[in-house]
């Protein structure tokens, strides 16, 4: 199976919106099967599609901690049904912004309704860092990354930093 390469911001195409999926079919599977072992190696515990720049409502999670057994969650095209008026804050990271973590206010839980990996209509109900993390997948569907939520200096600072780490990977590959 192929590791596909991570899209690090900026990029203009983590900020467009991504469609929706018309049927779940082998060929999405085998996409799902690629983003999941992409995600595992790089590692992180969600990845939306347009992170390996195909703009698709499609998400692969897995919050599971190494040592347990895997537990990955398969998301096409999620819709957010609920979110809660209670909040919770979690120091987020993104594999689109790779050493960059901010703390990050959000409603602290949410239900979904989605299709997963079989394209059966699921309906999910999620508090916790699974909560945080559906809710930070959804945003790159929308084109929205966890640093929109900080202040512009320090969300600037990030984008700087990222635009100088993009150089230095260049250095060194030529
Ligand atoms: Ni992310």
Do not use: W
Request: hydrophobic residues 35%; glycine residues 4%.
């Amino acid at each position: 199976m192929s590791k596909k390469n991570i899209i690090i911001e900026p990029d203009p195409i983590l900020r467009k919106k991504s469609e929706n999926l018309e049927k779940v079919d082998d060929d999405l599977r085998k996409l799902m099967d690629e983003m999941l072992e992409t995600m595992y190696q790089a590692p992180g515990i969600g990845l939306a599609a347009v992170q390996i720049g195909i703009l698709k409502r499609l998400i692969v999670i897995d919050i599971s901690k190494s040592e347990e057994e895997k537990k990955p969650l398969f998301l096409v095209n999620p819709i957010i049904t609920f979110k809660s008026k209670e909040t919770s804050v979690y120091e987020e990271g993104c594999l689109s912004l790779p050493g960059h973590f901010a703390e990050i206010e959000r409603p602290s839980e949410c239900q979904i309704n989605y299709l997963d990996y079989n394209g059966k209509e699921k309906k999910l109900k999620a508090d916790g860092l699974l909560s945080t993390c559906i809710q930070h997948e959804i945003d790159h569907l929308n084109g929205v990354l966890f640093i929109d939520y900080l202040s512009k200096l320090k969300k600037d600072m990030i984008i700087k930093k990222l635009i100088k780490q993009k150089k230095e990977i260049e250095k060194i590959v030529i």
